[in-house]
């Protein structure tokens, strides 16, 4: 399978499942809104979504990859599968004790969270009781983990990017069932969307391994043996799961640091979705695809076919990212009008959200490489390399929200968390230019330019439409009206996008269709 069509197939999974992710925030908040209850339910996610950004969309590709197809080469297909039953096992019992450990602590884990929570008010219980519902999908992530990485070491990336369709599905069903019952913003609503999380990630568990047990190397028992296989897979595997869960732990420092202000952590918390649109599908793409891409390209020993696999990451990446967050910079206000302002999320709630998106998206392209960059040093089995410099950039977001939330608020922490992008990205370039890991094709350095100059053309053109459209039409009254207005202006701005691409030469229409009909 090519790197264009898995990236494509990956994709389409991971943009199908943000957008049903998209349709139940905008659900949430509608039932929701932004406030007191709001906020002690999206600290408690902060859980369940560190351990699905940590492990259930990928992060554990960059260690389990390169491993099983190493023993497969050396050892045979026996072995590699006696590898991932004793990785799926101890994975399994130490993520159940984690779960465990996370509900009987609860309290001191919100503390940690949000320690704004702590004083008078309802904030603080309310989160205790949602992390205690909602950590149960805690175990099932690893399983899920574990199960995705052998789908894809076997280029299977279809079934595991299903799986995440599948649990935004039945988070999306169970939005639309409360919203359907009219349901109110009550702690009882909060309480089953909690609950959700686990009957979601058992959905996901159903679809994927079903999947893998249809493989030659599906898992005959489970094993907790530790061999040194598998001792070797966990010590790569967590600097790999820490830098992967970067992102997530930016977030969850922004969060910390706006909890003495209400509402500021539901206003993060939606931005951060609409951010995590395009960095979700160039993640899940690079661990699913380019990881084991660029690891064969490695053992074969040929320099050019590593040098034209980073090429081609690098210019996914960054053909993904510069205009998602161009658009994201100019349509701040319309993206989140059109898709939260109903219900209980008032036009202030909106301002503010388009702030924080507005700030956080400069950082799109920067985290996108350093996805990318990572994802070559993981094919060299150095997992520690990315997670040290991605620590580095996690320092930046820390210290830039102290220094900027006092005077700009959750917008300061939204700019602190873009600039932090920049800076591992940065870092980790240098760091594999100078080992001679990074090289680029002389086609890659032609492109480049190109797929800038054509994103500049998009936001002139997307800019220009969304200045007519607002002193033409008055659509803030309507939902309606707000959405199909977006729809237009991000239809309008792709074509331009695509046309611009090859106008510039970067690449056709005929072949990205091809990408599409491309078979396994």
């Not at 054509?454 to 803030?476: C, H, K, Q």
């Amino acid at each position: 399978m090519s790197i264009t069509r898995g990236v494509v197939t990956v994709g389409a999974g991971t943009l199908t499942s943000r957008l049903l992710g998209f349709l139940r925030d905008a659900g949430v908040a509608a039932v929701l809104g932004a406030g007191a209850l709001s906020d002690a339910y999206f600290a408690a996610l902060q859980i369940p979504n560190l351990f699905r950004r940590l492990l259930a969309e990928g992060a554990l590709n960059s260690a389990f990859v390169p491993m099983s197809m190493r023993i497969r080469e050396e050892n045979g297909a026996v072995e590699a599968r006696r590898f991932a039953e004793r990785a799926l096992g101890a994975m399994a019992a130490s993520l159940f004790g984690v779960a465990v450990l996370c509900m009987l602590f609860a309290p001191v884990i919100v503390h940690v969270l949000a320690p704004g929570f702590s004083g008078a008010g309802e904030r603080f219980p309310l989160a205790v009781d949602f992390v205690r519902l909602s950590v149960p999908y805690v175990a099932l992530s690893g399983i899920v983990a574990v199960a995705s990485s052998a789908l894809n070491a076997e280029g299977r990336v279809a079934a595991a990017a299903l799986g995440l369709v599948v649990f935004n599905s039945v988070l999306v069903i169970v939005v639309l069932t409360l919203i359907a019952s009219g349901a109110h913003a009550t702690a009882g609503t909060a309480a089953v969307l909690s609950a959700a999380m686990a009957v979601a990630g058992t959905a996901q568990l159903v679809c994927v391994g079903a999947a893998w047990m249809r493989l030659d190397t599906r898992p005959r028992r489970l094993s907790l043996r530790l061999t040194p296989p598998v001792r070797q897979f966990f010590r790569q595997a967590i600097p790999g799961v820490v830098a992967g869960g970067i992102p997530q732990l930016k977030l969850m420092a922004g969060a910390m640091v706006a909890s003495s202000s209400q509402a500021a952590v539901s206003w993060l918390y939606y931005a951060n979705r609409l951010y995590e649109l395009p960095l979700g599908v160039i993640s899940i793409a690079i661990a699913s695809v380019l990881v084991p891409a660029i690891a064969a390209s490695l053992r074969s020993g040929d320099g050019n076919q590593a040098a034209g696999a980073q090429s081609r990451a690098l210019e996914i990446a960054l053909a993904l990212s510069l205009p998602s967050a161009v658009a994201f910079a100019v349509l701040s206000e319309a993206i989140a009008g059109g898709l939260f302002q109903r219900g209980a999320f008032g036009p202030r709630d909106t301002a503010m959200v388009a702030g924080a998106l507005a700030a956080i998206s400069a950082g799109l392209p920067g985290h996108s490489l350093e996805k990318v960059l990572g994802a070559v040093s993981f094919a060299h089995e150095d997992t520690r390399t990315p997670m040290y410099t991605a620590l580095c950039g996690l320092a930046t977001a820390i210290t830039g929200a102290l220094i900027l939330f006092p005077e700009y608020g959750h917008v300061g922490i939204a700019a602190a968390i873009a600039l932090s992008g920049w800076v591992g990205a940065t870092l980790l370039a240098l760091i594999l230019w100078r080992r001679g890991w990074l090289r680029l094709e002389v086609t890659a350095w032609q492109r480049l330019p190109r797929i800038v100059l054509a994103t500049f053309v998009m936001g002139a053109v997307v800019a220009a439409g969304n200045r007519l459209t607002v002193s033409l039409f008055d659509v803030s009254g309507s939902s309606f009206a707000r959405i199909t207005t977006l729809v237009l202006l991000v239809v309008a701005g792709l074509a331009v996008y695509l046309l611009a691409l090859q106008a510039f030469g970067v690449t056709s229409m005929r072949g990205l269709v091809a990408a599409f009909q491309e078979r396994f």
